[in-house]
């Protein structure tokens, strides 16, 4: 492993913070591919469930979901992280090798941490 691939799985492990109602909302928004539904099931509201994918997006830098005003679509990337949270591996595992992937093909990490 490289020294950069060791210090960036230490910056995943101490940064990314995220509530286990936002995993929650994002596996239902990933089942139903409805927010409004998978505010039901939450019992949030829809604007709840917008928000939390949203910042999940933001944290993560990929985007989830392909929203138009009828429909809902999961993306690559949202497809592997169901995938990942269904199976028992945590987030911060699966934002490591999106990360280590990326880097791997681009040249590049798009990682911002506020």
Request: proline letters at 2%.
């Amino acid at each position: 492993m490289k020294k950069t691939d060791k210090i960036l799985r230490e910056i995943v492990k101490t940064e990314v913070i995220m509530d286990i109602n936002q995993l929650n909302c994002f596996i239902t928004v990933a089942q139903t591919l409805n927010f409004s539904e998978a505010a039901r099931r939450n019992y949030v509201s829809q604007s709840t469930v917008s928000r939390y994918v949203s910042d999940l997006e933001k944290e993560f830098g990929v985007q989830l979901f392909t929203r138009s005003h009828r429909d809902v679509i999961i993306t690559s990337e949202g497809k592997a992280y169901t995938i990942n949270l269904t199976i028992g591996l945590t987030p911060i595992d699966f934002n490591v090798d999106v990360v280590t992937d990326w880097d791997t093909a681009n040249g590049d990490i798009p990682v911002t941490w506020n």
